[in-house]
């Protein structure tokens, strides 16, 4: 047989052959779908859970919450929900032109405390608590703010403007000469 005979002839000697040759038997097993997996236990898997999630309330709704499931391999069913929980919404809410709208902040400003009260607050237990020494540095500080406060302060000669360098060109002057 060339490679013509197999291209042209092929189909007739083909059928020639099968029509030939002996039926072999037909031993096939066909297992049903749950039988001829490997998954283990399937109706074990098949079967339903109710599963039961608690959540600790909020500010806004105090209490308790709780969700229960039913699922199966399948499908998943929710079959409770309290109040309160995320996804939830409740019957009797309306509609309000401003739910996308952020309420508007409280602004507080700080109150100017008198040296009366500053002092009294200053001795409470807290003070110099995060200070790197602890009380006695707080002390040192008070300390040597006393006795800056008997010493004159030192007076600086009016500059020029801010940004001038003419200070700096009379020190390099000095370190010239």
């Known amino acids: 047989m060339g490679l013509f005979d197999r291209l042209f002839g092929g189909k007739a000697a083909a059928s020639a052959a099968e029509a030939n040759a002996p039926k072999k038997p037909d031993n096939t097993v066909f297992l049903e779908p749950e039988a001829s997996s490997s998954l283990g236990n399937v109706s074990f898997m098949k079967r339903s859970n109710t599963i039961r999630h608690t959540f600790p309330g909020t500010l806004d709704s105090p209490g308790n919450k709780e969700m229960v499931a039913e699922v199966a391999s399948m499908e998943a069913r929710l079959e409770r929900k309290s109040e309160g929980l995320g996804g939830s919404t409740s019957k009797d809410e309306s509609l309000s032109l401003n739910d996308g709208v952020p309420k508007p902040v409280k602004k507080t400003f700080a109150q100017q405390l008198s040296k009366a009260e ?43 403007k801010p940004g001038d360098i003419n200070p700096f060109k009379a020190m390099a002057k000095e370190l010239r000469s």
């Open 118 to 160: 500053l002092d009294q607050r200053m001795k409470g237990s807290a003070v110099g608590v995060n200070v790197p020494g602890g009380p006695a540095a707080i002390k040192q500080a008070k300390d040597q703010q006393a006795s800056d406060q008997a010493q004159p302060a030192i007076t600086q000669q009016p500059g020029g």
